[in-house]
Structures are given as structure tokens and as C-alpha cells.
Nanobody, 114 residues
Framework: QVQFVESGGGLVQPGGSLRLSCAASGFTFSSFSMSWYRQAPEKERELVATISLGRAITNYADSVKGRFTISRDNARNTVYLQMNSLKPEDTAMYYC???????WGQGTQVTVSS
């Protein structure tokens, strides 16, 4: 059974940082490209970042480029999202999933507010 357990969210002031983690299970993690998505209230879920299975290629939404960094540890079956210079518009529930096959966990809430 494919599962994703996201963690690391919380309340942070504008300009602050958070590091999200996502523990994956139920499939061969190293064989899949992975992505982070987010969904703000009353908005559609949007793609934030993607990392290739070999970690060589990363892609980011324009809105987070230069502030967020996606990485992965294939030995730990875990994907990370380092978020710096956070803005109020980054407030959302964050989810990880395989890039081309979407299964959703419970997500982790990120709230950026003073």
C-alpha cells in the first residue's frame, strides 16, 4: 500500500524558514520522480517542486523559485522541501507524491503570518 507521511509544517513569521519531510512507503522509492504540491483554502492544488529519481533534475514553480529547495534521500525513502524567505501567500497544506502517479497523504500545514 502506497503511503506518504508529511511532517515539518507549522506557524512561521514572514521571512522565516521551514523544512518539510515526507516519508514514503509501499513502492520502490528510488525508481520514481517525486513532487511537492500545495493547496490553499478555496484554491486548486498546485505543483510546487519536482525532483528526478536520480536527483539530477529539479524544477520549481515560478512563485517559489530561488526560495524553495527540493531534495531526496533514497536510502531513507524520504523527500524534503526546504522553504526559505517564506511569504504569507505560501500558506497552504503541503503534500508529497510521485510525480506521475498521485496518491495523497494527510499533508502538513504551513502558515506564514505575523
Amino acid at each position: 500500500q502506497v503511503q506518504f507521511v508529511e511532517s515539518g509544517g507549522g506557524l512561521v513569521q514572514p521571512g522565516g524558514s521551514l523544512r518539510l519531510s515526507c516519508a514514503a512507503s509501499g513502492f520502490t522509492f528510488s525508481s520514481f520522480s517525486m513532487s511537492w504540491y500545495r493547496q490553499a483554502p478555496e484554491k486548486e492544488r498546485e505543483l510546487v517542486a519536482t525532483i528526478s529519481l536520480g536527483r539530477a533534475i529539479t524544477n520549481y514553480a515560478d512563485s517559489v523559485k530561488g526560495r524553495f529547495t527540493i531534495s531526496r534521500d533514497n536510502a531513507r525513502n524520504t523527500v524534503y522541501l526546504q522553504m526559505n524567505s517564506l511569504k504569507p501567500e505560501d500558506t497552504a497544506m503541503y503534500y508529497c507524491t510521485r510525480t506521475l502517479i498521485h496518491n495523497w497523504g494527510q499533508g502538513t500545514q504551513v502558515t506564514v503570518s505575523s
